[in-house]
């Protein structure tokens, strides 16, 4: 007997969170914009909404992904 994957909708829904609000721009849409990778785009979310959710944790999450991008930019080299 085979199991059943459960299909994922196409369009969730994703709550509108509060600490996005009050941005002309969403970082979302931003990242997507600008064709902004992974890391980038986490460095934009987690600066973007510090002063409002996180705090200096989002801070520090900051920093860890842009620590990723300059480690993957030395490799690089």
């Known amino acids: 007997m ?4 459960p299909s994922i909708p ?5 709550p509108d969170p509060c600490h996005y ?19 980038e785009g986490n460095v934009v979310k987690y600066i ?3 002063k409002s959710k996180g705090g200096v944790t989002d ?4 920093i860890t992904y842009i620590e990723k991008i300059i480690e993957g930019e030395n490799n690089n080299e």
Do not use: G, T, Y
Not at 2 to 5: A, H, L, P, Q
């Open 48 to 50: 973007c909404r510090w």
């Open 59 to 62: 801070l520090r999450k900051a």
């Open 2 to 5: 085979s199991k059943s994957i």
């Open 21 to 39: 609000r009050k941005m002309p721009v969403e970082p979302w849409d931003f990242i997507q914009q600008n064709k902004l990778d992974f890391f």
């Open 10 to 14: 196409v369009n969730p829904v994703v």
